[in-house]
């Protein structure tokens, strides 16, 4: 390319092209190895910032657009994970990309109706006791629902915490639910704090699943 140029142009010319290529390659090492976005090649930088942007731009239509993508049968999916979980009252469990808490709600009702069916259990064996026995003890074990469960939805977008929030809030959800803003490839919790780790469509979306 630098044929026909004079020789300080020319050289100038190289300079400029080594001096860009270097440029590229220490943007690239600060940004990490290169790797893929659908058909284009980004570095793993670039591809958390596009994922980034995909659900902070859809947070909204979200839920909408998942059941009219998979005419409805992730909600099947994610009742089979469920029920292969088999929560019990007591259980600790962790949501990576949470998102709009879809699993955290069916591991809520999922272990309200175990512990319900536990109460109904207990009734029934204490048929001795009076009245106000029975109601006192029903008035303590419903008001915790859950029996000292938990559910932690931690997910990396701000937007699909806020509508997953909005969803908990209107139905009802807040008994052992939390919220934490995170990255998959840094949790932000201690080892063994949780009995059960989910993540449920989520793991194509982290880029370094090594980590
Ligand atoms: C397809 S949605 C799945 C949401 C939910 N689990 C469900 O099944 O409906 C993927 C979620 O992964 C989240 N996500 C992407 N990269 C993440 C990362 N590195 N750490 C945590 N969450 C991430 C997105 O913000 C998004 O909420």
Redesign the pocket.
């Known amino acids: 390319a630098a044929a026909g140029l004079c020789p300080c142009r020319a050289l100038l010319a190289r300079c400029g092209g080594a001096l860009r290529a270097l440029c590229g390659s220490v943007r690239g090492l600060a940004a990490g190895p290169a790797t893929h976005f659908g058909f284009q090649t980004v570095t793993e930088a670039e591809r958390r910032e596009k994922?980034y942007q995909v659900?902070e731009s859809v947070a909204k239509k979200y839920d909408v657009m998942?059941d009219s993508m998979t005419l409805g049968i992730h909600r099947v999916w994610k009742d089979i994970l469920m029920h292969k979980m088999n929560p019990s009252p007591g259980t600790l469990l962790l949501d990576?990309?949470?998102?709009?808490g879809?699993?955290a709600f069916r591991f809520i009702n999922y272990v309200r109706s175990v512990r319900e069916r536990q109460l109904q259990r207990k009734l029934k064996h204490h048929q001795n006791l009076s009245w106000q026995e029975i109601s006192e003890s029903y008035q303590e074990d419903k008001s915790k629902s859950l029996g000292n469960s938990q559910v932690v939805v931690?997910?990396?977008?701000k937007e699909?915490l806020k509508v997953g929030k909005q969803k908990a809030q209107h139905l009802g959800y807040s008994e052992g639910l939390s919220w934490v803003l995170?990255?998959?490839?840094e949790l932000p919790f201690d080892d063994d704090k949780f009995d059960v780790y989910t993540i449920?469509?989520?793991i194509r979306?982290?880029t370094r699943i090594d980590l």
Not at 154 to 157: E, G
Not at 182 to 185: K, P, V
């Open positions: 994922i659900f998942n990576v990309a949470g998102g709009t879809d699993i931690c997910d990396i977008n699909m995170g990255n998959a490839e449920a469509f989520g979306n982290v």
